[in-house]
């Protein structure tokens, strides 16, 4: 599969910092200048903005990849569509559509509003012992992804959160992100807060074992159909049709990171197109980031469920934005008393 | 002066508890149960959302407080006012009333719509050399800043934006700082990232030069009196009238929050109603605040200009109030993701 991404023409670069050189200098005005990039205007425009949450499971889950049961992965979607979780309030205080999105949950779902039923198969294989999908699964993955935000884009959307939700998928994107920028194992797979010893132990001997069957995989599609998840073949697909019809995306968590860790391989200019929103929970995330030269917006504490660092990241691109579409007055109000 | 300021009764504190202990544990969690116990309800709600920016000049500029020039204030208050600033764009996209007070500016504005005109004096007296006000000027002000809280929780507000926008502000914020909480006054007033080395060398000996007039005071009025300027005084008065009323204060950057530490001096039950939104571009803000124990929302670099951070505070508020008005469906829906 072919992806034409291009990198937003830098001419536009040096209008759009002097239309911003009156805004106090920090990420919003960052953000401000990165919109105007990507939509490749002097106005840019924060467009029917949508969260949007891949489930899946992990067949490594038996092997210990996560010692949570794996029933908390359906039960995550159930909560989302009934509407109960922090994420829905957030969406709803800030007028932000949500879409959960069944990439491959091991549970059947009833078909109802909000739920897009794009299941592969109930879980990936278990990647101790055999790759996590067939070829062809990969590909239907990766395909669906990049419909979905060409769908998006044909709805006239521009601006995309994105997470992953499915017990064990850390697991996986440790994997995938050691292998794709060859970062420490264990710093990306390392204890989360609330990680009992044990169940850290038994993980780590599960990656590598994992990683002893295959060896360190360089192809990012190979590293994918060894090691991923549904739901995070479909984010690196979603990732890479976005940027494909210039919509910014904004990644929560650590797995979507990783999944822009797999994307980059793929095609490198997806870069320029993500925003990312918040700290997971274990410190590998940081260093993940950190290889894009990016840091993440809001602190895991303030934003601990996954899609609500994306969720808060909307007011932020959107005051960003306004920075531009109003700049006749824009002016360094109140700089003065940031000093002094 | 007295202010009548209770501490939140905590015997609603297990049963909120309980009703977010399905909400993933973070600041928005906490918020919640801050708001509930502010508001003494199960269902807190943020209503006429204002963000109010004291404006004041300084006598000790003369003297090396700042190395910027007096005017930037006034013009801030203009831009301000013209609509024109980062500030301006937040408040429209998150729909949050804006107000700016003149406490003490030097400058003589024509009235208009925006400008709420409380002028004690243009500016402050030179603290190197003597008091930085009179007496009179202090219960003025102070009492000011109350009656402007009370107005607003009589028009129905409950969440009220504070900060400071004046040139030689945060110098003076210092000196009462170190006058309060007793952190060492080079960590308080050491260099912003912009200060040119000679301009914090001259601060840093007229901060000891006033010192050594007067000696470190522990009385709070009088320490206000000796080196606050207006602006400060009435974001204490505010500050605790808006504790006398439960409305909850958002403070955003040093100023606010070295007013926060003479006005918990007063009533030290006022830091129940205080949230901190954004950190100063100075280390010693974070040390400041910890004297509280509170860290605040937002890092310097999304937040870089005085009130923003208080406005951004806004949606993770309303989300927070949302957890409780719409508890009955809450779970903890992708926490899975963010483990294992």
Request: glycine share 10%.
């Amino acid at each position: 599969m072919q992806f034409r991404i291009e990198a937003p023409d830098p001419s536009l670069h040096d209008t759009l910092t002097a239309r911003l050189n009156e805004v106090p200098p920090g990420r919003v005005s960052a953000l401000a200048l990165q919109l105007g990039l990507v939509q490749q205007t002097l106005q840019p425009t924060v467009r029917h903005p949508l969260i949007a949450v891949f489930a899946g499971d992990h067949g490594a889950i038996a092997a210990g990849a996560s010692s949570l049961p794996q029933k908390l992965t359906w039960q995550g979607v159930e909560r989302l569509l009934a509407g109960g979780s922090l994420l829905n309030a957030a969406c709803r205080e800030m007028a932000l559509a949500l879409s959960v999105i069944d990439a491959g949950v091991s549970h059947d779902f009833p078909s109802r509003p909000g739920l897009v039923a794009a299941k592969i198969e109930h879980g990936s294989a278990n990647y101790a012992l055999e790759p996590a999908m067939w070829r062809s699964q990969l590909e239907r993955a990766l395909d669906y992804g990049r419909a979905y935000a060409h769908a998006f884009a044909a709805r006239d959307g521009n601006v995309l959160g994105l997470t992953a939700l499915g017990v064990a998928a850390e697991a996986s994107a440790a994997l995938l992100a050691h292998c794709m920028c060859g970062l420490d194992l264990a710093l990306l797979a390392g204890a989360a807060p609330d990680d009992a010893s044990e169940a850290v132990a038994r993980r780590e001997a599960l990656l590598a074992r994992a990683l002893s069957r295959t060896g360190r995989i360089d192809d990012p599609l190979e590293a994918l159909r060894e090691f991923a998840g549904f739901e995070i073949v479909m984010l690196v697909g979603t990732l890479l049709g976005a940027a494909e019809k210039r919509v910014l995306t904004v990644l929560d968590g650590f797995v979507a990171t990783a999944a822009l860790a797999v994307a980059r391989r793929i095609a490198p200019e997806v870069t320029h197109y993500c925003v990312h929103a918040a700290q997971g929970a274990r410190e590998g995330h940081r260093a993940l980031a950190g290889t894009f030269g990016a840091q993440p917006l809001f602190a895991h504490d303030l934003a601990p469920q996954a899609g609500l660092g994306a969720a808060l990241a909307m007011p932020v691109l959107r005051t960003a934005a306004a920075c531009l579409q109003e700049r006749a007055g824009i002016a360094p109000a109140g700089r003065g008393s940031g000093r002094g």
